[in-house]
């Protein structure tokens, strides 16, 4: 027996309710986070077959944006990078990742991020990306994509390149992309774009959305690496798929563009490359 998954639908001053509380959560979170940046401190390893770091910092910001959801929204669903799941009794859910980029963060590099979305039961409908160190915070719902640093609110566009040759591609690390058919894959399209660059980690989803850079192609990605950044590429006029072309609200393969066409021609590229 299947069950059905409906969506709650929002209205307008809901989106804007929750995209306020995202954003007050995102930086009380960084208030946390801000003390432990460049500050020499300890480091766990949460695998047990490769490398996967946690420190303090991410789990103090997590608990601080669970206990706002908490007394916010006591019906709300959260699942988080560090403390898992918690089920509520509506649709909603929060995904959060209080630091996205947390080997950047503990090297003291500024690539990286405290990433919120909110799902309506299928799809991330609104996300923020708060980076406290830079005071940025980029925003995305259906009432368009922003950036805001202190009273300034800047609308997002991405770039309107169709051509790989004069595209930008980024990706978080080369050795990510699986030997043999995932890995030829990333290699054929960067090696058909102007220059790739890595290790920008959520960084790079919200430069795309600002219109600076054209692609970003990432694998091995959970649900709270990418559903805060696609409401903020969708609606600064980008695509974000799985390498197959369907929603990537899962993980896994992940391709954005900030151009369709830009976006089918990679695709193509990258072909069958499943794992």
């Keep these: 027996m299947t069950t059905q998954v409906i969506a709650k639908a929002l209205s307008d001053a809901e989106i804007e309710e929750y995209l306020e509380f995202a954003c007050r959560v995102a930086e009380l979170a960084g208030q946390e986070i801000l003390p432990h940046f460049r500050s020499g401190l300890g480091v766990e390893n949460k695998s047990t077959v490769d490398y996967d770091p946690v420190t303090l910092a991410d789990k103090q910001a997590e608990q601080v944006i669970r206990r706002e959801i908490a007394r916010a929204y006591p019906t709300h669903s959260v699942f988080g990078e560090e403390y898992g799941r918690s089920s509520g009794s509506c649709s909603l859910t929060w995904i959060i990742d209080p630091i996205d980029g947390t080997r950047g963060f503990m090297m003291g590099l500024p690539q990286w991020g405290t990433l919120i979305a909110l799902n309506d039961g299928i799809r991330p409908v609104l ?95 959970n649900p709270y690496d990418i559903q805060a950044v696609i409401p903020i590429i969708e609606a ?39 794992p």
């Design 127 to 221: 996300g923020v990306m708060h980076q406290p160190f830079v005071k940025e915070t980029f925003i995305g719902s259906r009432h368009g994509a922003y950036l805001r640093r202190a009273a300034e609110l800047r609308p997002l566009r991405t770039r309107q390149i169709d051509d790989l040759g004069d595209a930008s591609l980024c990706a978080t690390h080369p050795e990510m992309f699986r030997e043999g058919a995932e890995r030829s894959a990333f290699g054929r399209v960067a090696r058909r774009c102007k220059q790739t660059r890595y290790g920008t980690d959520c960084y790079a989803w919200c430069l795309l959305a600002a219109g600076l850079i054209d692609l970003v192609i990432e694998t091995q990605l």
């Design 236 to 274: 600064a006029g980008g695509v974000v798929t799985s390498w197959s072309g369907q929603p990537a609200y899962g993980g896994g393969q992940v391709i954005a563009a900030g151009d369709p066409t830009l976006h089918r021609t990679a695709l193509e590229l990258l072909g069958d490359s499943s």
